[in-house]
């Protein structure tokens, strides 16, 4: 395992997250399979541990206290949360929640905590729950030994809250990975928090494990011509394109059974990382997959004006987040979500107005009516 010196603390490059462990049909997550991720992630040389408030139905930090902390020493490991900011609207929220957390997962300090998922619509209750400065002081006390945060939010966004709030932001987790680079720009987020100086941990490594498959027939093309010298998986391409990036402190990988523990820690493995070819390689293959993959659309909204109402670049954006995620959704019902979002492919009277708009050059209509058939098959 290779390892990175953060602040003299020394956290394994590769991660495990519980975000995806197997549950039963109850919803618990299987403790023998838990234990035998967590004993695979600790003898391939994996330190750190992450979960969250609401990680698997609200049992990710239990799961951990009883499959990590009380099967190990605990300086055997580091444990990590995040405080869910979207419940915490008044200053007297924080302490008593953080502490439910401690006590779920059986620590008396958390090596690293996170206030989770900053975006717009719960921004304000960092300010109104004083969220940062007073888990500044649980730090001081030394129930948290490094504080950070977790976005998934614009860079404007980004930039505000590291502007008001970074002096207590010691590192960022962000979505990143070569796909999602350029495609959602993503590279605006890494280059915010380079200038702020901020370490970035890294969720989605292979976007839900997408990039393990590479989907793109021209992107696996490019990836093998460019494995022959090491032999390396797809996995690999992604992991090694992230370890490439400077600010990258550790990357963050949700393992749902010790066989992947075992392949995604292999790379680490290796004595080095990726090439220059083989990282200029992994960025070509992601630049080919946003092509043939995912609809190319940017969420302008130049064609908002749709005569039947259909909010096309809400549609595209939920399916393009289904394919990120190869359609197994973690967070509700994809049909409901689908439907939700209001007239679909069904109402459209081919005015043609969305088409002459689109600067992407995207065969709207058609569009719509391939993602219709998609989710009306699932
Ligand atoms: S072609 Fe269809 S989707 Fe496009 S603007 Fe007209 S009605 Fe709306
Ligand atoms: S005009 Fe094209 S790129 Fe812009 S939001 Fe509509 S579909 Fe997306």
Redesign the pocket.
């Known amino acids: 395992m290779r390892y990175t010196d953060f602040q003299g603390t020394k956290v394994s490059k590769l991660c495990l997250g519980n975000m995806r462990f197997p549950m039963d049909d109850s919803g618990q997550p299987y403790f023998d399979k838990a234990c035998a991720i967590v004993d695979a992630s600790l003898e391939r040389g994996i330190t750190y541990f992450d979960t969250a408030y609401t990680y698997l139905n609200g049992k990710g930090e239990e799961i951990f206290r009883r499959a990590l902390v009380e099967r190990h020493p605990r300086d055997s490991f580091q444990i990590t949360s995040k405080l869910p900011t979207w419940l915490i609207e008044t200053k007297d929220a924080v302490i008593p929640k953080f502490e439910e957390q401690l006590g779920r997962c059986g620590v008396d300090y958390f090596d690293f905590f996170l206030v989770h998922d900053i975006e717009r619509g719960w921004y304000d209750n960092l300010e109104k729950a004083d969220i940062f400065p007073t888990l500044a002081k649980e730090k001081e006390k030394g129930r948290i030994r490094h504080l950070g945060a977790s976005f998934h939010c614009s860079p404007v966004l980004l930039r505000d809250c590291l502007e008001k709030w970074g002096q207590y932001i010691e590192f960022v987790q962000l979505q990143l990975n070569y796909l999602d680079w350029d495609y959602i720009n993503t590279k605006a987020l890494y280059e915010i928090a380079d200038e702020f100086g901020k370490t970035v941990v890294v969720m989605e490594p292979l976007r839900g494990g997408t990039l393990s498959r590479m989907p793109s027939a021209e992107g696996r093309k490019i990836l093998d011509a460019a494995s022959t010298e090491h032999g390396l998986s797809y996995t690999d391409f992604a992991f090694g394109w992230l370890e490439s990036l400077p600010r990258v402190g550790w990357i963050l990988s949700g393992m749902a059974e010790p066989e992947q523990v075992y392949q995604n820690t292999d790379f680490f493995s290796r004595e080095e990382g990726l090439t220059a070819a083989e990282i200029d390689a992994a960025y070509a293959a992601g630049k080919a997959m946003s092509k043939e993959v995912f609809v190319p659309?940017?969420?302008?909204?130049?064609?908002a004006d749709c005569p039947s109402g259909i909010k096309?670049?809400k549609i595209?954006s939920a399916y393009n987040e289904a394919c990120a995620k190869d359609f197994v959704y973690l967070w509700g019902d994809l049909k409901k979500i689908y439907k939700d979002i209001g007239p679909n492919a069904n109402d459209c009277v081919h005015c043609g107005n969305?088409e002459k708009?689109?600067?992407?050059h995207?065969p709207?209509p058609d569009m719509l009516k391939k993602i219709d058939e998609k989710y009306n098959s699932l």
């Open positions: 659309c940017t969420k302008c909204n130049y064609c096309i670049s595209f969305c708009r689109c600067p992407q995207i709207i």
